[in-house]
């Protein structure tokens, strides 16, 4: 599977938008790019996913570039409860369904 | 609608003993999985099920992990014997179809091997 990049950390400042890039270069023609978060002491919570069109949900939207070698997943108006880490992950089509799991990026919303 | 979940919450337990973490997925989820993230790690899967036959175990540890969902319902794992590395969060999640269809996270069972 195609393995991700996100940077470590970023701050957010709340009401404003949220910005959380990814880079999956070596990402295949079909696999999609999912975002989960995890909130700390909760389990990881879906967030939105997509393969090659720019997809919109109640929680994010999520661009993915026209190489789709990069994606980025916009909170348009952070709030204190989006602190949390947040994973981009990459699955095939043919997937069973495991999610594998990188580092994350660690966004903490200030007020 | 319930959400999954997991018991206990927390378990302390020594070295040598046996712990037994239970799973209850959402009603109808024919699919469930067992992750774990230990300190310091990233989140690590370790099976799936779907219903009541395991379809991807490559990511249990060792032998001394065994995990069951008897009848398709309720999954449970035990470790047997606790060794100190087994420390860490072990998630579940549910889904109703395998694939590329969201999961749905359990908060976790915390446990820690003394």
């Known amino acids: 599977d195609a393995k991700t990049t996100q940077p470590t950390s970023m701050d957010c400042a709340e009401g404003r938008a949220a910005n959380l890039p990814c880079n999956h270069s070596?990402?295949?023609?079909?696999?999609?790019v999912y975002w989960y978060r995890q909130i700390h002491s909760q389990g990881p919570q879906y967030i939105i996913h997509?393969?090659?069109n720019n997809e919109t949900n109640e929680m994010a939207s999520l661009i993915i570039t026209e190489d789709r070698k990069s994606s980025t997943l916009i909170l348009p108006h952070a709030t204190l409860r989006d602190t949390a880490v947040y994973y981009c992950?990459?699955?095939?089509?043919?997937?069973?369904?495991?999610?594998?799991f990188g580092a994350g990026t660690q966004v903490v919303v200030t007020p | 609608e319930a959400g999954v979940t997991q018991f206990p919450s927390h378990s302390v337990i020594e070295k040598g003993q046996t712990v037994t973490l239970r799973c209850d997925p959402i009603?109808?989820?024919?699919?469930l999985y067992w992750y774990r993230r230990v300190m310091g790690k990233e989140i690590k899967f370790l099976l799936h099920?779907?219903?009541?036959?395991?379809?991807?175990e490559s990511g249990m540890p060792n032998n001394r992990f065994l995990a069951e969902r008897t009848g398709g319902t309720y999954s449970t794992l035990k470790v047997q014997p606790a060794e100190l590395e087994d420390s860490g969060v072990y998630f579940c999640?549910?889904?109703?179809?395998?694939?590329?269809?969201?999961?749905?996270f359990g908060p976790g069972t915390r446990l820690t091997v003394t």
């Open positions: 070596t990402i295949s023609g079909n696999e999609y």
């Open positions: 099920f779907v219903k009541e036959s395991k379809q991807d």
């Open positions: 999640a549910s889904s109703p179809l395998a694939g590329l269809y969201e999961q749905y």
């Open positions: 992950i990459v699955r095939p089509s043919d997937s069973w369904g495991k999610l594998q």
């Open positions: 997509g393969l090659k």
């Open positions: 009603s109808g989820h024919d699919n």
